[in-house]
DNA sequence: AATGAATGAGCATTCATTCAT
DNA sequence: TATGAATGAATGCTCATTCAT
């Protein structure tokens, strides 16, 4: 067993990853100082400058896990063979239950991306472009088919979604009336609903 | 009366509060330094400190003027004797388009409202809801009249537009291909349409 | 009635003293501000400058009123004709009597002095060495005659016994066991003893 | 090793409470800036920030030393076994030459005790009284053995001393015609002389 | 006699980052 | 791989005082 692991046995990396995360979004990036990271994380400073070249690396770090992990799940939907609005239904709804299930990610990504620099803003930016753009694909080949409605530009349809998905963290509790799968059905019924012809 | 406005005429706390709109919009709440809004407004911070208790205080105020603003709209459209579905498109509808031409109060809003004390984001809170619930009032009150679809929960309907409105600062450029009022109509087209029963 | 007294008819500048006087004594010269004394006499800064030059005349303005008081009061015991023994005794309980009953303004002397400017500090001083010596010069008188044992020079003896009266603001508390006449009567009974052939 | 001390050799947590030490004497706690303190220990505001949590933690570090030292002293005259008369004037002379010695330190004590928070002054307070008590058993055991006139209640005469012992910091000069033993041996003489039977 | 807006210098504290070990 | 002492610049805020009215 390797040095890079505590009691726990999580790499610290991962450790530090974690840490990280909850504090972003429970306190926001500026407000979450180097020292509480690594104290949250139980190894010292110079461990972090170790393994992350920056406070904002670290960050970065945080959204290409988020990114990833999402960019997966759609492809997953999309590459299905169902009809296309069954798998335009299954990606919205996909996207607002995982979304609720790691609120603290989607916090930090609608609260915090602005304190990355520019030049890592825009990679950041560029994934996230990805992502929207294979949402859009699927909404513009039911409008090609007539399944949709091609009365609202595809991009505003896209964007319409996705401010509600960003929009859950601030006021989805998990101790509300509805679960998780019951939003998600929910919101992407509107979808559905707002695309009839 | 010299000596509360300067060479431009405006009063000093006004021009406090218009460097600090400017300032927390662009940059963000905690990446915005007093002494940044005091040079941007041409006074010193002991003149800050004169009108507005603390940074925070400075935030508040801009929320405050940001809710009067929209709640005096939204009740002007609500109490029209218009059917309810044209009060509702033309709520819906004016809300995207004074939030596109308030961009910077927006982007405050959804970025920096963690930023208030526990205090004073529950008053904040406290006034979104009441703006919050008489928009879910019209429409409940289309449901009942069956003009709307009862199929989503009034409360998950308005949270489903107002990600959208949110989402704005997010996505929309002046420079764009839609003008605000596109966007809004768009927008609008969309709430509605999927409130078709 | 002229426009220096407000509703309870005390004239300004002897509420400000008042005021200030207290909070120098509760909270310490440095920590309290000009305009938590202003607010506190019920007046505003501008009244404060137009009487006294700055906080520290204010300061000096309530040692005077202390030192003109405490001069007077021995002065009398200190001429009457009893017999030297009994003069010194009677000065010594009352100094200590009339410092519990004005316990701020022995607060104030022994820990804001120092925050006196040198030609003002210089000042209180000089007030100060009058009165120890007039004090010195009763037991230098006793010590002379032969009632008061002279193994201790004169100065010295004062300095013990001033030291005590000094100490009062640190331990005395009005709701203790002992009455200020009983304290004083213990302290001055002690100096005499000590005094003894 | 190299790290933590500087030219001279001494540590940083020691240069600090040596310079905050002299300064917090002559200007007082409140009128002594950090900066002034690190200036004058010859380290960056950092330094002091990594030793010290507060400016009030290195107010109370000081008066820690101090009540340490001087109880150790204490106990060593009370726990000897001569008589109680001449443990009791060595113990009353010995905190005379020590407090003259370090009358920075007495300064401080009685002039900017009250600038501790209200928890931190009370754990001082506590261990001023421990000292106290110690000394005052002193005078009950002479009392009790017929030594000492009872006339007297201890607590009072301990405070008497006491008293004359804070106050040398307001009268002493070094250049002055008496040596700190001399002025130790006649302010205990009159402490033994008072409590004659 | 009194106001209160405005100044400007100063304050204690925080923090991301570096680097010798 | 990891430590933790040290840096140095920045931050929000306070306050005695001034002065046109």
Known sequence: MARTTDGDGTPVPQRLLAAATRLFAEQGYDRTSVQEIVEAAGVTKGALYH????????LQEVYARVLRLQQERLDDFADS???VDERLRSA????????IEN??????????MHHLSPEKNKQVRSERRRYH????ALVEEGQRAGVFSSATPADLVVDYHFGSVHHLSTWYRPDGPLTPQQVADH???LLLRALRP
């Open 133 to 136: 753009e294979r949402f859009r």
């Open 187 to 189: 919101l992407a019924d």
């Open 92 to 99: 919205a709804a996909d996207v607002v239950v995982t979304t």
């Open 103 to 112: 609120l603290d990610d989607a916090s930090i990504f609608f609260r915090s």
């Open 81 to 83: 063979d169902a009809p």
């Open 51 to 58: 393994y992350f070249g920056s406070k904002e690396d670290l």
